[in-house]
T-cell receptor, first 113, second 115 residues
Framework: AQSVSQHNHHVILSEAASLELGCNYS??????LFWYVQYPGQHLQLLLK??????LVKGIKGFEAEFIKSKFSFNLRKPSVQWSDTAEYFC???????????FGQGTTLQVKP | DAGVIQSPRHEVTEMGQEVTLRCKPI?????LFWYRQTMMRGLELLIY????????DSGMPEDRFSAKMPNASFSTLKIQPSEPRDSAVYFC?????????????FGNGTRLTVT
């Protein structure tokens, strides 16, 4: 069965620190990859996505992610976090042509001002 | 566009009662998903529909859970009878399959508390 694993459940950083959240998936075929963010009290919103092409994807608010096919990974990065980045971050995988989106368990990021 | 609309926003019920959650997807979207979010298990896919037809319901936890999509603009998730362990936030989401740049659009969720 397809699955998504996020390495860190809870991350605490100070403002201006660099961020990297790990994501690995298990699926042998072609996939589309996503990172979603859920700010406190809000619904999930798309942060960035990868379908094909350049494996380094840039999203909103200075976030980026790199798809490494050989490692089945899609890690999220940001060079300098802000207090407003405090949220829960979800990695998601969609096996191509299925329409199905499978989420990881999420990583709670807390940024201290 | 009003986005994905879920009702109610909050539901508090007693164990054993029937609970019905409702969802109106974005007009024109042909995929509809039901997810459940808990602290312990994160965001779980329960079931999804394509053109009103259930495609994969392997995530539905038990026979107490059922979902329907009688038409393109409405879906329900029913729990009967409800149990305290069903307490969670239930999200509905929709997307348009032919637009690969269209992400999943989520509703605001229904927070269910079963006492």
């Amino acid at each position: 069965a397809q699955s998504v694993s996020q390495h860190n459940h809870h991350v605490i950083l100070s403002e201006a620190a660099s961020l990297e959240l790990g994501c690995n998936y298990s699926y042998g075929g072609t996939v589309n990859l996503f990172w979603y963010v859920q700010y406190p009290g809000q619904h999930l919103q798309l942060l960035l996505k990868y379908f094909s092409g350049d494996p380094l994807v840039k999203g909103i608010k200075g976030f980026e992610a790199e798809f490494i096919k050989s490692k089945f990974s899609f890690n999220l990065r940001k060079p300098s976090v802000q207090w407003s980045d405090t949220a829960e971050y979800f990695c998601a995988v969609s096996p191509s042509n299925t329409g199905k989106l499978i989420f990881g368990q999420g990583t709670t990021l807390q940024v201290k001002p | 566009d009003a986005g994905v609309i879920q009702s109610p926003r909050h539901e508090v019920t007693e164990m054993g009662q029937e609970v019905t959650l409702r969802c109106k997807p974005i007009s024109g979207h042909d995929y509809l998903f039901w997810y459940r979010q808990t602290m312990m298990r994160g965001l779980e896919l329960l079931i999804y529909f394509n053109n009103n037809v259930p495609i994969d319901d392997s995530g539905m936890p038990e026979d107490r859970f059922s979902a329907k999509m009688p038409n393109a603009s409405f879906s329900t998730l029913k729990i009967q009878p409800s149990e305290p362990r069903d307490s969670a936030v239930y999200f509905c989401a929709s997307s348009f399959s032919r637009d690969y740049n269209s992400p999943l659009h989520f509703g605001n969720g229904t927070r269910l508390t079963v006492t």
